[in-house]
């Protein structure tokens, strides 16, 4: 499928998505994870967990970093790599730990330091703090951490490890996961 998708881009920009493919897939796994989060976190949120907005977000985060290990291992950092399995999924639980309190600071704030939650504000102010602390900021400020966390520690080049089983991505090599 992403072949698919880099056949039909006009020269300049195949040659810039070949040259940061890397990028862009985790931003596309990061946006199936952003829906995996934000799916779990307002069926939380609207439902059981209504008085524990926190909870929720930590919750829809757990789930989504779950998602988010196996789809950036088996596909957007499958060149790089070797650790074994169980060191890099370690690796990879701590560094989502950090981001995992660094997406949920900002909706922790909003709430509890700025107290925007009902009744010093309306439901509709208090959702929209809600969503913009939680699902735009936190989220950002996350992907940020993580994109280059991963990279430094958690999935490093390969190259710059020594006897590194998985060879090194060429701009005419082509990707078989879909």
Known sequence: MA?????????PLHALALKHREVL????????????????????KLTILEPKPVTAKVIAVLMATIVSYVLNREWSFRTRGGH????????????????????????????????LETPDVSLVTQEIADFVSAQIIGTLIAMVFRFWALRKWVFPDEK???????????????DEAA
């Open 25 to 44: 897939k985790f931003a596309a796994v990061g946006g199936t994870a952003f829906l995996v989060d934000n799916t779990v976190f307002y069926g939380l």
């Open 84 to 115: 074994e399995r169980r060191h890099e999924a370690a690796l990879f639980f701590l560094v989502s730990g950090i981001g995992l309190v660094l997406s949920s600071a900002p909706l922790w704030i909003s709430r509890y330091v700025f107290r």
């Open 3 to 11: 072949n698919a998708v880099l056949t039909r881009l006009p020269k």
């Open 160 to 174: 710059a490890q020594s006897g590194s089983v998985l060879p090194a991505p060429t701009p005419d090599s082509t």
